[in-house]
């Protein structure tokens, strides 16, 4: 149904006249007759008779009416739910126990009038075709892999540097110890099994790999985080690493240790990434927000690969 010829109607009932909804409009009288005819041919009916004075509803323009209205309330409603400013901030932060999904708490603390979604995408690509299409506003990723530059238009920003730990269980041949360096690693076996090859996260790790001669193991199955802290738990002879700022939920009996990586400390660079010409007025709060809060970034004694954007 044509909107534009029910918006035609509701102002020609209200008026009682084809011109003065012409003048409403900006548009013909010859017009507006066009458009209530087109409009009773869809509908099957006569809407208005002509009188000396103008024109009234029939019976058939009565029952419309308060349709009519309410095709016009539901269309504005449609549009202002994707109207930038509007409709929620979408922001993609991968993991819901993650460092990027604690800074969003941390945004919608300073800025509560902010209507949020948070939604989890898989990797860069997804995120990166998401923004572009419109499907969410911003997403927080370890940017760019290599081979995969970003496209000129999606920016990004770095925005924290998350140090690693190494979470043992409590027969760990580590897990008394106050610190380890990343060469005290060599030797021990990692098991991260959400590692999924081709994305950024584990160009991230073999690169880690790759710099300093560790043992991370990928297999298996990835039942979440809460399996994995088990399994940790119960084998001496594993060990992962945990991001500072994940949030776990670590049962009392488990006896789990964090331990600090040193020299150098392994960062995981988060970054920002939005389209450019993307107009919500929340997103750039979100950018302020994180540009007061932001710290850490390329600080002495720490490690990212070389790929990563710079601060």
Same mark, same amino acid.
Request: hydrophobic share 45%; aromatic share 6%.
């Given at each position: 149904?044509?909107? %534009? $010829?029910?918006?035609?109607?509701? &102002?020609? $009932?209200?008026?009682? @006249?084809?011109?003065? =909804?012409? $003048?409403?409009?900006?548009?013909?009288? @010859?017009?507006?007759?066009?458009?209530? !005819? *087109?409009?009773?041919? /869809?509908?099957?009916?006569?809407?208005?008779?002509?009188?000396?004075?103008?024109?009234?509803?029939?019976?058939?323009?009565? #029952?419309?009416?308060?349709?009519?209205? +309410?095709?016009?309330?539901?269309?504005?409603?449609?549009?202002?739910?994707?109207?930038?400013?509007?409709?929620?901030?979408?922001? %993609?932060?991968?993991?819901?126990?993650? $460092?990027?999904?604690?800074?969003?708490?941390?945004?919608?603390?300073?800025?509560?009038?902010?209507?949020?979604?948070?939604?989890? &995408?898989?990797?860069?690509?997804?995120?990166?075709?998401?923004?572009?299409?419109?499907?969410?506003?911003?997403?927080?990723?370890?940017? #760019?892999?290599?081979?995969?530059?970003?496209?000129?238009?999606?920016?990004?920003?770095?925005?924290?540097? +998350?140090?690693?730990?190494?979470?043992?269980?409590?027969?760990? =041949? &580590? !897990?008394?110890?106050?610190?380890?360096?990343?060469?005290?690693? =060599?030797?021990h076996r990692i098991w991260m099994p959400g590692i999924v090859?081709?994305? +950024?996260?584990?160009?991230?790790?073999?690169?880690?790999?790759?710099?300093?001669?560790l043992t991370i193991e990928a297999t298996g199955p990835n039942?979440?985080?809460?399996?994995?802290?088990?399994?940790?738990?119960?084998?001496?002879?594993?060990?992962?690493?945990?991001?500072?700022?994940?949030?776990?939920?670590?049962?009392?009996?488990?006896?789990?240790?964090?331990?600090?990586? /040193?020299?150098?400390?392994?960062?995981?660079?988060? !970054?920002?990434?939005?389209?450019?010409?993307?107009?919500?007025?929340?997103?750039? !709060?979100?950018?302020?927000?994180? =540009?007061?809060? #932001?710290?850490?970034?390329? *600080?002495?004694?720490?490690?990212?690969?070389?790929?990563?954007?710079?601060?």
């Open positions: 149904m044509d909107l %534009d $010829a029910v918006r035609t109607f509701l &102002l020609a $009932a209200e008026a009682g @006249q084809f011109q003065e =909804a012409a $003048a409403e409009l900006a548009v013909t009288q @010859q017009a507006v007759s066009k458009r209530i !005819a *087109a409009l009773e041919r /869809t509908l099957g009916v006569r809407l208005f008779t002509r009188t000396p004075r103008g024109v009234e509803l029939t019976i058939d323009g009565q #029952a419309f009416l308060p349709h009519a209205r +309410e095709l016009l309330r539901a269309a504005d409603r449609a549009a202002a739910s994707v109207r930038p400013g509007r409709r929620p901030l979408r922001v %993609d932060v991968i993991n819901l126990r993650g $460092a990027t999904s604690g800074l969003m708490r941390g945004f919608h603390r300073a800025h509560p009038g902010i209507d949020l979604d948070v939604v989890k &995408l898989f990797d860069v690509g997804t995120a990166v075709a998401a923004l572009r299409s419109g499907e969410i506003d911003a997403s927080f990723r370890a940017v #760019a892999a290599p081979g995969r530059p970003l496209p000129d238009d999606i920016a990004s920003v770095r925005v924290l540097d +998350e140090p690693l730990h190494l979470l043992t269980g409590p027969a760990h =041949a &580590l !897990a008394g110890a106050r610190s380890v360096t990343l060469a005290g690693l =060599a030797g090859p081709g994305t +950024e996260w584990a160009a991230y790790y073999d690169d880690l790999v790759a710099a300093f001669g039942f979440g985080s809460d399996a994995l802290l088990d399994t940790v738990a119960d084998t001496p002879a594993l060990a992962t690493f945990m991001g500072d700022h994940t949030r776990l939920v670590r049962p009392a009996g488990h006896g789990l240790r964090r331990i600090p990586v /040193t020299d150098p400390t392994p960062v995981y660079p988060h !970054a920002l990434l939005w389209h450019r010409d993307n107009p919500h007025p929340a997103l750039a !709060a979100l950018r302020a927000h994180l =540009a007061a809060t #932001a710290a850490g970034h390329a *600080a002495a004694g720490t490690w990212t690969p070389d790929w990563v954007i710079p601060r």
